[in-house]
């Protein structure tokens, strides 16, 4: 059961344009959202987060869309930029005990010169 | 500081092995997390420790036994492994367990584990 869902494996932008990853969940408990991004043989990096009860948040080039109703975020990335290539992973942070992060499937993001 | 530390990055064991993987970090973080990374796939939870207890295991077969010596330590002590194990082990760490957009988990570069 694939609570948190990244439906595009790769995404290629051209470098200066904009970048938008998607992520869809189902769980209406979560109460929070992440977005990490990962190098190869590196752990994820945090990048932004968001929380349930807001719709946006922005940091920098990054800005995160959260539409509850339609149990849908994105990651924008504007402008995009060579050192932006790697696979994002949007996670989902629910309390079962204690936090509980549920990754989707991951993004490979290539932007391109 | 925002590191967590992972040793060894490589790890290639047989199926009677004992080994131990083992994550640091000096954040003063009181959580302490166990991910599991198959290639191509999602990190998923293993283990969470919080303040030097396990609060959560995720159903993880008994052939991977966590510890946590102190706040700033925890080990992950392998035995009678599957080549099915073979994946990506990342450790993480936030302030809390109770996480938040301002407690973050913050993770390490994992250890690569190839089980002959």
């Known amino acids: 059961d694939q609570q948190v869902k990244q439906n595009s494996p790769s995404l290629s932008v051209q470098e200066g344009r904009i970048s938008i990853l998607n992520c869809d969940y189902t769980?209406?408990?979560?109460?929070?959202f992440l977005w990490y991004k990962k190098y190869p043989a590196e752990g994820p990096t945090f990048l932004i987060s968001i929380s349930s009860i807001k719709d946006k948040n922005e940091d920098g080039r990054f800005t995160v869309f959260l539409n509850k109703s339609a149990k849908h975020l994105s990651l924008h990335i504007v402008p995009s930029q060579p050192g932006d290539s790697a696979v994002y992973f949007c996670?989902?942070?629910?309390?079962?005990?204690?936090?509980?992060?549920?990754f989707g499937q991951g993004t490979r993001l290539t932007i391109n010169p | 500081d925002t590191e967590v530390t992972q040793t060894p990055k490589h790890l290639v064991m047989g199926m009677t092995n004992k080994k131990s993987l083992k994550c640091e970090q000096h954040m003063g973080h009181r959580a302490m997390y166990w991910y599991k990374q198959k290639a191509k796939k999602p990190p998923e939870l293993m283990f969470v420790y919080s303040y030097e207890k396990l609060s959560i295991n995720e159903s993880v077969p008994s052939r991977f036994s966590p510890e946590c010596p102190n706040s700033s330590l925890l080990n992950l002590h392998l035995h009678a492994l599957q080549p099915e194990d073979s994946a990506l082990y990342l450790c993480?760490?936030?302030?809390?367990?109770?996480?938040?957009?301002?407690?973050?988990?913050?993770f390490g570069p994992g250890t690569r584990l190839t089980v002959l």
């Open positions: 996670a989902a942070s629910i309390i079962q005990g204690a936090q509980k992060l549920v």
């Open positions: 993480a760490s936030s302030q809390t367990d109770r996480g938040s957009s301002t407690d973050t988990q913050y």
């Open positions: 769980n209406s408990m979560f109460d929070y």
